[in-house]
């Protein structure tokens, strides 16, 4: 088992940047695919992007691509999630999820969530 708690989400404009963090507790997040996804009011769960294990392997959905960075630190249990060019599209709810072993590009292949945290874009 896993627990993930994210922070850093915020109200900033459009052309910011913000970093998320996702701490992870309980069993060494090393073990574990982490993914961010994002739910905007009224719409589906999407992923963000997702890491792989050891970190060399990472994709980005086509909306971020170029313009968000994910991250891992094994060693701090932490994965991090470093948006730049914030656009009010972005605006949403991001969480952080885990999954065993490879990762997933379905919310559905994650077995772990953590709470939460709103990010908001202003024009």
């Known amino acids: 088992q896993v627990q993930l708690v994210e922070s850093g989400g915020g109200l900033v404009q459009a052309g910011a940047s913000l970093r998320l963090s996702c701490a992870a507790s309980g069993r060494t997040s090393s073990a574990y695919s982490m993914a961010w996804f994002r739910q905007a009011l009224g719409k589906e769960r999407e992923l963000v992007a997702a890491i792989t294990r050891s970190g060399s392997s990472r994709y980005y959905s086509d909306s971020v691509k170029g313009r968000f960075t994910i991250s891992r630190d094994n060693a701090k249990n932490t994965v991090y999630l470093q948006m730049s060019s914030l656009r009010p599209e972005d605006t949403a709810v991001y969480y952080c999820?885990?999954?065993?072993?490879?990762?997933?590009?379905?919310?559905?292949?994650?077995?772990?969530w953590g709470q939460g945290t709103q990010v908001t874009v202003s024009s």
């Open positions: 999820a885990a999954r065993p072993n490879t990762s997933g590009r379905r919310s559905d292949d994650y077995d772990y």
